[in-house]
């Protein structure tokens, strides 16, 4: 009989997934949930056909016991277009807090990659296909905060 892998078999090493469908997207989404970051780190290579961003990432895998943030690359390949509402992304100052990532299918294997932020911004990445990784770049670090993000009920 196999047995389903275990946050605590992965120990502290840093993080890299790839999600190829809405289920796989379901994982990250929830991995993200509640980071942070300036609204210029987010970027679209048109050339290229990316789109990245550069997440604080909370360390839900590890609990809240320790409050620990890390630094995470989550980047969209085959992208056709990008288009923001209630962000502005050129400005220094804005810090977003990222709520969910969500894959709304279109009529092939194409659809767009929908990024939901706190105080109703959103993103959407128009792709031909969901191909999306999330992958840690930094070593943990103490939450500025020192306790995890919360949601009031």
């Known amino acids: 009989m196999t047995e389903d ?3 605590h078999d992965a120990g502290g090493g840093p993080l890299r ?3 190829t469908d809405a289920e796989d997207l ?5 991995l993200l949930q509640d980071s942070v970051l300036p609204a210029t780190e987010m970027t679209w290579a048109k050339r290229s056909r990316r ?3 550069l997440l604080n990432r909370f360390r839900w895998e590890h609990g809240v016991r320790r409050a620990e943030r890390v630094q995470t690359l989550l980047t969209a390949g085959d992208v056709r277009g990008v288009r923001g509402q209630g ?3 050129d400005d220094p100052d804005t810090v977003l807090s990222l709520l969910a990532a969500e894959w709304e299918p279109g009529a092939d294997a194409d659809g767009t990659l929908r990024l939901t932020f706190a105080g109703d911004g ?6 031909d296909c969901l191909d999306v990784t999330l992958r840690d770049v930094t070593r943990p670090y103490a939450a500025p905060s020192g306790r995890a993000p919360g949601h009031p009920d």
Do not use: D, K, N, T
């Open 122 to 127: 959103v993103v959407e990445v128009a792709c």
């Open 17 to 19: 997934l790839w999600a």
């Open 87 to 89: 962000i502005v992304p």
């Open 26 to 30: 379901q994982v990250i989404s929830a």
């Open 51 to 53: 789109f990245a961003m």
């Open 5 to 7: 892998a275990r946050f």
